[in-house]
Each structure stands twice: as structure tokens, then as C-alpha cells.
């Protein structure tokens, strides 16, 4: 099966009231899920080979890159920041595929301007709590 194309994804963020998409984004990274492992060995464990348990899980940060056009959606994510408010948030990926829906906040923001390039923005999301995907959205 061919994979999906991800043009068009959009992230929004919750700014005010509203799930807003944040403008200009040439590159959204995905949910990174992860989990702590917990070391069970004992002395009885078979074989010399440790043994685990699964820890406490971590829904990762979202990096999030883009063309600075100072529009409000990028003002937002500055103002989230400077809040540090936890807000909805959503990957909303092409198609109605599957959308990541999660709490977060705004960690970090960053503007670049190269001098023979475009004005580019970052930003970094972490996200609280357990995200959720929904698919077929």
C-alpha cells in the first residue's frame, strides 16, 4: 500500500476561544509517544537476561517550523507562550486520514532571518496528558 501524502496537514492550537491553525508550517513533527521502563530484574530472573515493566508514558514534543509572516495565528503561539497556558491543540493530517488530538504548551519560539533566505519561525509544543488519535476523522 502507497503511503499518504502529507501536504495539507495542519496544526491549530487554541488561541482566545478558538482551535486555530497556525499559519505559513513547512514541517509539523509527529506525536512522539515513549514510556519509562521500569528495571523487575531479580535474582531469580531466567537466564542472566533482565526483565521490565512498563513505566509512566510521555506524549513527546511537537516541533514546529514555518515562514514568519507575523499574522495572529503565530502571535498566538507567542502569547501561549508567554502564558504558559496548557490549551487543546490538534494534528490534523490530509484527507480526514487521522487526527492527533492532545493538550500542550508552547516551550519554546524561535524566528530566523538568513540573509538570503526566507524570515522563518519555530516553535516547540509539549504535550500533556495522554494524546489521542483519531482515525477516519
Same mark, same amino acid.
Given at each position: 500500500?502507497?503511503?499518504?501524502?502529507?501536504?495539507? /496537514? #495542519? %496544526?491549530?492550537?487554541?488561541?482566545?476561544?478558538?482551535?486555530?491553525?497556525?499559519?505559513?508550517? /513547512?514541517?509539523?513533527?509527529? #506525536?512522539?509517544?515513549?514510556?519509562?521502563?521500569?528495571?523487575?530484574?531479580?535474582?531469580?530472573?531466567?537466564?542472566?537476561?533482565?526483565? %521490565?515493566?512498563?513505566?509512566?508514558?510521555?506524549?513527546?514534543?511537537?516541533?514546529?517550523?514555518?515562514?514568519?509572516?507575523?499574522? /495572529?495565528?503565530?502571535?498566538?503561539?507567542?502569547?501561549?507562550?508567554?502564558?504558559? /497556558?496548557?490549551?487543546?491543540?490538534?494534528?490534523?493530517?490530509?484527507?480526514?486520514?487521522?487526527?492527533?488530538?492532545?493538550?500542550?504548551?508552547?516551550?519554546?519560539?524561535?524566528t530566523a532571518a538568513p540573509i538570503d533566505g526566507n524570515?522563518?519561525?519555530?516553535?516547540?509544543?509539549?504535550?500533556?496528558?495522554?494524546?489521542l488519535l483519531v482515525v477516519g476523522s
Open positions: 500500500m502507497a503511503g499518504k501524502f502529507a501536504h495539507g /496537514t #495542519v %496544526f491549530s492550537a487554541t488561541i482566545g476561544s478558538t482551535l486555530t491553525a497556525i499559519a505559513e508550517l /513547512t514541517s509539523i513533527s509527529g #506525536v512522539e509517544l515513549s514510556a519509562d521502563d521500569i528495571d523487575a530484574t531479580t535474582h531469580d530472573s531466567d537466564d542472566g537476561y533482565k526483565e %521490565f515493566n512498563q513505566g509512566l508514558k510521555d506524549g513527546g514534543a511537537i516541533n514546529l517550523e514555518g515562514l514568519f509572516i507575523a499574522d /495572529t495565528s503565530q502571535e498566538g503561539l507567542k502569547d501561549l507562550f508567554d502564558n504558559g /497556558t496548557v490549551v487543546a491543540m490538534t494534528i490534523a493530517f490530509p484527507e480526514d486520514l487521522a487526527e492527533w488530538q492532545f493538550n500542550g504548551y508552547v516551550n519554546a519560539i524561535s524570515i522563518d519561525f519555530s516553535a516547540s509544543v509539549k504535550v500533556t496528558g495522554k494524546p
